[in-house]
């Protein structure tokens, strides 16, 4: 774990970085689904999104305008199995607009053009720890909004703890979380969650631990987990969340309700 001093990305970045997301939106009207669209930091890519089989991280790189680490965006990339794109932005008439025709992606490591759609193929491409991790904070976010919970700061990056940070009665707490992949059926709390702790002490008025189970909804769920069948991009799943675990500090009563609910993408 490190801690990660962030600035918040200037307004001349955030004009850019709506138009790319509005120009990709275009180009896949139906199909494509945001796992990245805002700019809360700390970011390693600027958008990320789901075409079919294929997952999409996009780095904004706007005429002078630019903000973020490509170095750490090639990195989370490739922990998430992920096609690293640049989208480099020009500033024509009073806006930002894509720099190149198309998608106005390319491929961050050959610099040739990425056209999303066309990668898309009914090939069976095995979800990443990253996805799941991701999978696992949208499913503790979604429960902490249910009960009026502030959501301010979330990170789907395995490499940075907490994973979120939230509000209740105007003090600050934050949740670290983990995924498990069936035939697990919940994720152990990280061996240096009291170094964690210690480390949010001067912010945050305590902590918690949250467990997210995933398993095919195809599963047969036999016996020890007997033929298991993996969690593939784009296929349903079941979760199981038993709300979170205190960790430290005074806490307040934040419980979320047993869940084990389908999630088709």
């Known amino acids: 774990m490190?801690?990660?001093?962030?600035?918040?990305?200037?307004?001349?970045?955030?004009?850019?970085?709506h138009e790319a997301g509005m120009h990709l939106q275009q180009q896949a009207t139906e199909g494509i689904r945001w796992l990245r669209a805002e700019l809360r930091p700390p970011l390693a890519e600027h958008l990320a999104f789901l075409?079919?089989?294929q997952l999409v991280f996009v780095f904004v790189e706007p005429e002078d305008a630019l903000f973020?680490?490509?170095?750490?965006?090639?990195?989370?990339?490739?922990?998430?199995?992920?096609?690293?794109?640049?989208?480099?932005?020009?500033?024509?008439?009073g806006k930002f607009q894509p720099k190149y025709m198309g998608w106005g992606?390319?491929?961050?490591?050959?610099?040739?053009?990425?056209?999303?759609?066309?990668?898309?193929?009914?090939?069976?491409?095995?979800?990443?720890?990253?996805?799941?991790?991701d999978m696992a904070i949208q499913v503790v976010r979604q429960g902490l909004q249910e009960e009026g919970k502030e959501v301010f700061s979330y990170q789907p990056s395995m490499e940075i703890d907490p994973s979120i940070w939230f509000y209740d009665g105007g003090d600050e707490f934050w949740v670290v979380v983990r995924a498990a992949r069936y035939p697990a059926t919940s994720a152990e709390m990280p061996a240096n969650i009291e170094n964690i702790s210690k480390n949010c002490a001067h912010k945050a008025k305590g902590g918690f631990f949250a467990s997210v189970g995933l398993a095919c909804k195809d599963d047969p769920f036999l016996p020890d987990g007997e033929g298991?069948?993996?969690?593939?991009?784009?296929?349903?799943?079941?979760v199981k969340y038993e709300g979170l675990e205190p960790v430290s500090?005074?806490?307040?009563?934040?419980?979320?309700?047993?869940?084990?609910?389908?999630?088709?993408?």
Request: negative net charge.
């Open 2 to 17: 490190y801690e990660i001093d962030q600035p918040e990305p200037p307004e001349s970045f955030r004009r850019a970085w």
């Open 68 to 93: 973020g680490n490509k170095e750490l965006f090639l990195r989370v990339s490739a922990d998430a199995k992920a096609i690293p794109c640049l989208m480099p932005m020009a500033f024509v008439g």
């Open 249 to 265: 500090g005074g806490m307040a009563d934040v419980r979320a309700e047993l869940r084990d609910t389908s999630h088709i993408d």
């Open 228 to 238: 298991a069948i993996p969690l593939y991009r784009g296929h349903g799943m079941f």
């Open 105 to 133: 992606l390319v491929h961050a490591l050959t610099n040739e053009p990425v056209n999303p759609a066309v990668l898309v193929s009914d090939e069976l491409i095995e979800m990443s720890d990253w996805e799941l991790h």
């Open 51 to 53: 075409l079919g089989n």
